[in-house]
């Protein structure tokens, strides 16, 4: 079935090379007496099988953030883990802290300086790659950070339980961790924290997938006891799990 749902849009893509970025200029009209149609409609006339585009569109998605977390094995090579390591959070638009420099940001136009690959001898100690595409792959290129001691997470969508399972080959130097606002990172997830016995400090706030928050932070600090958890409230938990509880309104008081 999948692949018949295909085969119904492939006449359209056999008319141009250009991929879905040249449908913009094949929807515009001739003239400007022609009844004008947005490259919306375009694809709904062309496109028999919505569904099919909508696979399709996925598909390019998550072929983009594999290419995002691929390995660069030459830079390893010749350079080392730190270096690689560092140049694969700075392509995805993160920042990175060798011990004793100063942050290395891209510009806002996703160029950084090539000066760290001198810092060959030097480890990276801190890692920001909040709101990166980042996910179960993309860990190779930072597992061999051994001296990695801060690395946030915040806002990265493809974060999930998996990931967090591979985070014990940090656990020798991981102190400070940030979990903040990623939306695919439930209890299970959290659970796999249990070896990262040198955490000092951990930010699981405004995780979406933990059903009960309060609960969750209680938990996480028993198994971390050295360790600050920031997050909910331990009371909103409590607050949650009363509100939750039916009331009993089969026997209504009447005056």
Same mark, same amino acid.
């Given at each position: 079935?999948?692949?018949?749902?295909?085969?119904? !849009?492939?006449? !359209?893509?056999?008319?141009?090379?250009?991929?879905?970025?040249?449908?913009?200029?094949?929807?515009?009209?001739?003239?400007?007496?022609?009844?004008?149609?947005?490259?919306?409609?375009?694809?709904?006339? /062309?496109?028999?099988?919505?569904?099919?585009?909508?696979?399709?569109?996925?598909?390019r998605q998550m072929l983009k953030?594999?290419?995002?977390?691929?390995?660069?094995?030459?830079?390893?090579?010749?350079?080392?883990?730190?270096?690689?390591?560092?140049?694969?959070?700075?392509?995805?638009?993160?920042? !990175?802290?060798?011990?004793?420099?100063?942050?290395? /940001?891209?510009?806002?136009?996703?160029?950084?300086?090539?000066?760290?690959?001198?810092?060959?001898?030097?480890?990276?100690?801190?890692?920001?790659?909040?709101?990166?595409?980042?996910?179960?792959?993309?860990?190779?290129?930072?597992?061999?950070?051994?001296?990695?001691?801060?690395?946030?997470?915040?806002?990265?969508?493809?974060?999930?339980?998996?990931?967090?399972?591979?985070?014990?080959? $940090?656990?020798?130097?991981?102190?400070?961790?940030?979990?903040?606002?990623?939306?695919? !990172?439930?209890?299970?997830?959290?659970?796999?924290?249990?070896? $990262?016995?040198?955490?000092?400090?951990?930010?699981?706030?405004?995780?979406?997938?933990?059903?009960?928050?309060?609960?969750?932070?209680i938990l996480v600090e028993e198994?971390?006891?050295?360790?600050?958890?920031?997050?909910?409230?331990?009371?909103?938990?409590?607050?949650?799990?009363?509100?939750?509880?039916?009331?009993?309104?089969?026997?209504?008081?009447?005056?």
């Amino acid at each position: 079935m999948e692949k018949s749902s295909f085969c119904l !849009v492939a006449p !359209v893509w056999k008319q141009s090379t250009r991929g879905i970025r040249g449908l913009s200029g094949l929807a515009a009209p001739e003239g400007s007496e022609k009844k004008g149609r947005t490259l919306l409609q375009f694809l709904a006339d /062309r496109f028999y099988d919505m569904e099919a585009l909508r696979e399709y569109l996925l598909h390019r998605q998550m072929l983009k953030v594999h290419q995002k977390n691929r390995s660069f094995t030459n830079i390893k090579t010749r350079y080392g883990p730190e270096i690689a390591g560092a140049f694969f959070i700075l392509k995805q638009g993160g920042a !990175v802290k060798f011990q004793g420099k100063e942050w290395i /940001r891209p510009s806002g136009r996703g160029r950084f300086s090539l000066e760290f690959l001198k810092l060959q001898a030097v480890p990276v100690e801190a890692i920001d790659a909040s709101g990166c595409a980042i996910n179960y792959t993309g860990l190779d290129n930072l597992l061999p950070l051994k001296e990695l001691r801060s690395l946030w997470l915040q806002r990265c969508p493809h974060v999930d339980d998996w990931c967090l399972s591979r985070l014990h080959g $940090l656990a020798h130097s991981l102190q400070e961790l940030s979990l903040a606002g990623c939306p695919r !990172v439930s209890e299970r997830g959290l659970a796999c924290l249990h070896h $990262l016995q040198n955490l000092r400090r951990l930010d699981i706030s405004d995780l979406p997938a933990v059903a009960n928050p309060g609960l969750t932070q209680i938990l996480v600090e028993e198994m971390l006891p050295n360790c600050e958890v920031l997050g909910a409230n331990w009371a909103q938990g409590l607050k949650g799990a009363s509100e939750e509880q039916p009331q009993d309104t089969a026997s209504p008081l009447h005056a």
